[in-house]
T-cell receptor, first 112, second 113 residues
Framework: DQQVKQNSPSLSVQEGRISILNCDYT??????FLWYKKYPAEGPTFLIS?????DKNEDGRFTVFLNKSAKHLSLHIVPSQPGDSAVYFC???????????FGTGTKLQVIP | DVKVTQSSRYLVKRTGEKVFLECVQD?????MFWYRQDPGLGLRLIYF???????EKGDIPEGYSVSREKKERFSLILESASTNQTSMYLC????????????FGSGTQLSVL
């Protein structure tokens, strides 16, 4: 049962344009959401997070939006750069000592 | 910076062998995790630990066990390796209060023949 879903396995975007990565979840108990980035031959690295009490969080070129009613979140990267090419994982948890559940990942390719 | 070190980058084992994957973190984190990454399935949690000698099952614990005798070290054990355990294994750690922000190692690509 996939509680965190990333329905787009891959995405290609031109350099300088906006990249939008989407994520849906089914567990209404999730209250904290994160995005991780993974380059080949490296472990995932934390990118940005958002609490369920917010609907937007911004960090430089990266913005995460949360729509609780739709159980949907998205990651916007503006402007996209070739170095952003990586696999992006959406993740969610229900806080406290609960485990973090990851999505299946979206491979982003930014074309120079 | 947090450093999470996994003992092997690549590992090839035979079916039925007992396999040990080792992970060490140097930031005094209380929490440690083992995930596996498979194409189309993302990262799936195998086991995690909130303290020395404590362990909790994740989503796919079958065929695996873990050991945490010291705070900095978390071992994943495949009791009798099978071909369906061929995968990328990722270790992670986090502070107790920052559970969700995981710091990952570079991974161990295990092939079971």
């Amino acid at each position: 049962d996939q509680q965190v879903k990333q329905n787009s396995p891959s995405l290609s975007v031109q350099e300088g344009r906006i990249s939008i990565l989407n994520c849906d979840y089914t567990n209404s108990m999730f209250d904290y959401f994160l995005w991780y980035k993974k380059y080949p031959a490296e472990g995932p690295t934390f990118l940005i997070s958002i609490s369920s009490i917010k609907d937007k969080n911004e960090d430089g070129r990266f913005t995460v939006f949360l729509n609780k009613s739709a159980k949907h979140l998205s990651l916007h990267i503006v402007p996209s750069q070739p170095g952003d090419s990586a696999v992006y994982f959406c993740a969610a948890s229900s806080g406290g000592y609960q485990k973090v559940t990851f999505g299946t990942g979206t491979k982003l390719q930014v074309i120079p | 910076d947090v450093k999470v070190t996994q003992s092997s980058r690549y590992l090839v084992k035979r079916t039925g062998e007992k396999v040990f994957l080792e992970c060490v973190q140097d930031m005094d984190h209380e929490n440690m995790f083992w995930y596996r990454q498979d194409p189309g399935l993302g990262l799936r949690l195998i086991y995690f630990s909130y303290d020395v000698k404590m362990k909790e099952k994740g989503d796919i614990p079958e065929g695996y066990s873990v050991s945490r005798e010291k705070k900095e070290r978390f071992s994943l054990i495949l009791e009798s390796a099978s071909t369906n355990q061929t995968s990328m294994y990722l270790c992670a750690s986090s502070k107790r209060q920052g559970l969700e922000k995981l710091f990952f190692g570079s991974g161990t690509q295990l092939s079971v023949l």
